[in-house]
């Protein structure tokens, strides 16, 4: 789906698709090849998809930023503060939406690394400020074991104590009752003070992928059920290491931790590469989370509004945002309006010239039309002339488009009119290939 995938260019691909699948069946009905035709429509489709690599650019600053954002939410305050946002956080930043206090929007930025799964005791938070404890030099147990009984975890804490730990915190798929009582029994307050919380994770390679990342960034030894670990033995070495440590009742986290930063950033890389190559969206999404919290950068938007209804619209929509606004910092931006497809004819005008074989005439053509008609949509539906306008485009040359704003034909990239570069990319891919599936279709 294109608008979970990449947030932005629905339209886009509708009015693509219709186009090429107008055209295509004309074509058809005089005797034409259609599976000849959907092949020569691909490969016309790779020259469009390197052509609008080659326009994308780098977007930076929070007021460009904003700009695409407010190209697909088409609301100001919004675009503002994802704009910022991002600017802080980066491409592969986390971002938590969640319902605001009042009618505004509102962002606060965390420190450190987060995940869900609060403290396991409330022993451990109430009468803390926020019901939220601290651990400050925080040695850190990673593991997904099922703590069932107390002689499992008193290696940890006596392996801790010998080396002087004053600060503990405890990873673990399940903590029984029998083992949850000799952690608070042992819970020295400002002497040895633990914190216990559960393992993140509801899968087994979601939860393999949280302990990866987690051992990474303290140093910690996995100890993992799946390979059939046990904590007898344990070392105080075997401990990650953070500055500090927090839990409070949703969720935990680290601030400074101590891992080998060489080693974390080749983990990155690879999770980076993973994530470009990889096609399924949740995935995809997972490894986009897993990066951010380890690259650092993470943020709350509090969605306001006077109604319920109000603001679920508005968080859905904030979603979408977000989603665009990534794809444009991952890839980059191309002039807007359809102004970036109106460049790629050239290319495949280029082709056209050279073709020798009618249904791969007839493919370029399609597609030299279909390009067009993002920009014809676009001046159409707000009330001008569309062959005028087109004719005051061709004059004008490459990278000039209608914006609908100032009501004339400008250089839409310096007048920040920018579209993201992997959603049209992604748009255009979807047409086509719906397209061509749908024309070949008994």
Request: aromatic share 4%.
């Amino acid at each position: 789906n294109q608008h979970e995938r990449e947030g932005d260019g629905t339209a886009t691909t509708a009015v693509l698709f219709q186009s090429l699948f107008n055209q295509g069946l004309h074509y058809l009905a005089s005797d034409g090849n259609a599976m000849v035709l959907r092949r020569y429509l691909e490969e016309g489709l790779e020259v469009i998809l390197d052509e609008l690599a080659r326009q994308a650019v780098p977007v930076e600053g929070p007021q460009a930023l904003a700009r695409v954002a407010a190209a697909v939410c088409g609301d100001p305050p919004m675009a503002r503060l994802l704009g910022e946002i991002f600017d802080i956080i980066g491409e592969y930043g986390r971002i938590e939406i969640r319902t605001g206090r009042g009618r505004d929007l509102e962002r606060e930025y965390v420190e450190g690394i987060y995940w869900k799964g609060g403290a396991v005791s409330r022993h451990m938070t109430n009468g803390k400020p926020h019901n939220r404890a601290e651990l400050q030099d925080a040695r850190i147990l990673v593991s997904d074991l099922e703590l069932t009984q107390p002689e499992e975890i008193l290696p940890v804490l006596i392996a801790a104590r010998q080396a002087k730990v004053r600060s503990l915190l405890l990873i673990a798929r399940q903590f029984a009752e029998p083992v949850l009582a000799t952690i608070l029994v042992n819970n020295k307050p400002g002497e040895f003070d633990i914190l216990a919380v559960k393992t993140p994770g509801l899968t087994i390679p979601e939860i393999m992928g949280v302990l990866e990342d987690m051992s990474f960034l303290t140093g910690a030894r996995i100890f993992s059920k799946q390979g059939g670990e046990r904590l007898a033995g344990i070392r105080a070495e075997d401990l990650g290491h953070a500055r500090r440590a927090w839990a409070d009742r949703e969720f935990f986290g680290i601030v400074g931790a101590q891992g080998d930063p060489r080693a974390l950033r080749r983990h990155i890389a690879h999770l980076k590469a993973a994530h470009s190559a990889i096609g399924d969206l949740a995935e995809r999404k997972n490894l986009r989370e897993r990066i951010g919290k380890l690259t650092g950068g993470a943020a709350t938007l509090w969605i306001g509004g006077n109604t319920e209804a109000e603001v679920n619209v508005r968080k859905e929509l904030a979603e979408h945002t977000i989603e665009a606004v990534r794809g444009a910092l991952l890839a980059g931006v191309v002039p807007g309006g359809g102004t970036a497809l109106l460049d790629c004819r050239p290319a495949l005008r280029d082709r056209l010239k050279a073709a020798t074989a009618s249904e791969e005439r007839a493919a370029y053509r399609i597609l030299i039309r279909a390009l067009e008609e993002p920009a014809r949509t676009i001046i159409a539906n707000a009330g001008f002339d569309v062959d005028e306008v087109m004719a005051e485009i061709r004059q004008a040359g490459r990278g000039h488009g209608f914006d609908v704003e100032a009501e004339q034909v400008v250089p839409m990239a310096s007048r920040g009119v920018l579209d993201s570069g992997s959603a049209l990319k992604a748009a255009v891919k979807l047409a086509v290939l719906s397209a061509g599936i749908a024309l070949t279709a008994d």
